[in-house]
T-cell receptor
Framework: GAVVSQHPSRVICKSGTSVKIECRSL??????MFWYRQFPKQSLMLMAT?????????EQGVEKDKFLINHASLTLSTLTVTSAHPEDSSFYIC??????????????FGPGTRLTVT | AQRVTQPEKLLSVFKGAPVELKCNYS??????LFWYVQYSRQRLQLLLR??SRESIKGFTADLNKGETSFHLKKPFAQEEDSAMYYC????????????FGKGNQVVVIP
């Protein structure tokens, strides 16, 4: 149980284009999902908190117009990297909290999406 | 601000030797603390959480509020323990976000 999937697993796009990454909770509902960015051999950096039915909450320094987040259902959040540039190349990871479990803040992680902008 | 410190980036130990990964946190309230592990080419997964007080794969971690620490320990390292280990803190406010330490890469030498 508690599986989170991401699609695509890797994507290559040209500079200036937009890329959408999906995060799905497969066997539980998630009113809250999180988007992270991970650079090689470094820790996870929280980018934003995705809230079902409302606006995402972005961390300081993360451009909300650059990284559009939509959480339209209890099992799906999307991250769209708009007008991508090579410096946006990174490993993007999502996680989700099980809405049915209120006694823990545990997050379940997706496998990540490798974005390469050429 | 909430902060998690893992001082050692790389830890090499021989198989059968004890391993201890240090984690200190700064938070004035009552956090929930976790250890997450990331094996090679796999996703991040939960190893331990302090509220469970359990031993997973031989690992234990005790929350010491006085020292604000949550060190991870295993008495006898195995080769399959080679991985990245992240200490993480979640706090009740702010959407229950997780703050991660920088991680420890553990290499168990056969």
């Amino acid at each position: 149980g508690a599986v989170v999937s991401q699609h695509p697993s890797r994507v290559i796009c040209k500079s200036g284009t937009s890329v959408k990454i999906e995060c799905r909770s497969l066997d539980f509902q998630a009113t809250t999902m999180f988007w992270y960015r991970q650079f090689p051999k470094q820790s996870l950096m929280l980018m934003a908190t995705s809230n079902e039915g409302s606006k995402a909450t972005y961390e300081q320094g993360v451009e909300k117009d650059k990284f559009l987040i939509n959480h339209a259902s209890l099992t799906l959040s999307t991250l769209t990297v708009t007008s991508a540039h090579p410096e946006d190349s990174s490993f993007y990871i999502c996680s989700a909290r099980d809405s049915g479990r209120t006694t823990t803040y545990e997050q379940y992680f997706g496998p990540g999406t490798r974005l390469t902008v050429t | 601000a909430q902060r998690v410190t893992q001082p050692e980036k790389l830890l090499s130990v021989f198989k059968g030797a004890p391993v201890e990964l240090k984690c200190n946190y700064s938070y004035s309230g009552s956090p929930e603390l976790f250890w997450y592990v990331q094996y090679s080419r796999q996703r991040l997964q939960l190893l331990l959480r302090h509220i469970s007080r359990e031993s997973i794969k031989g690992f234990t971690a005790d929350l010491n509020k006085g020292e604000t620490s949550f060190h991870l320990k295993k008495p006898f390292a195995q080769e399959e323990d080679s991985a990245m280990y992240y200490c993480a803190l979640s706090f009740p406010y702010g959407n229950n976000r997780l703050a991660f330490g920088k991680g420890n890469q553990v290499v168990v030498i056969p």
